[in-house]
């Protein structure tokens, strides 16, 4: 069964940092970018991105304080966050479309305390 499977939320405090990883379970992982997103209330804008050549592409907004990363051995992402600020907390979703389907991650919690 094709999968999504997020891990790395928790709680920090301003200014610290978390690394969210998420694993593709299902084939061909290199041949795959993946996208990450944060939901709000009405919306799930994009946060980065990295293709399958590995180049990754970053949202205005956290230009500069996240890292997007990829091993594709381990069939994982890492996106680590930086320098992170109370309006960072939100739930992040990662998102990988395979075979003309998008497989979303179950989500995860990150919360970032002032």
């Known amino acids: 069964q094709v999968q999504l499977v997020e891990s790395g939320g928790g709680v920090v405090q301003t200014g610290g940092s978390l690394t969210l990883a998420c694993t593709f379970y299902?084939?061909?992982?290199?041949?795959?970018?993946m996208t990450w997103y944060r939901q709000y209330a009405t919306s799930r804008p994009m946060v980065a991105r990295i293709a399958a050549a590995g180049n990754p592409t970053y949202a205005e907004a956290v230009e500069g304080r996240l890292t997007l990363s990829r091993d594709n051995a381990k069939s994982t992402t890492y996106m680590r966050m930086d320098n992170l600020k109370p309006e960072d907390s939100g739930l992040y979703f990662c998102?990988?479309?395979?075979?003309?389907?998008?497989?979303w991650g179950q989500g995860t919690q990150v919360i970032v305390s002032s």
């Open positions: 998102n990988l479309r395979h075979r003309d389907t998008d497989y």
């Open positions: 299902g084939t061909r992982f290199a041949e795959h970018g």
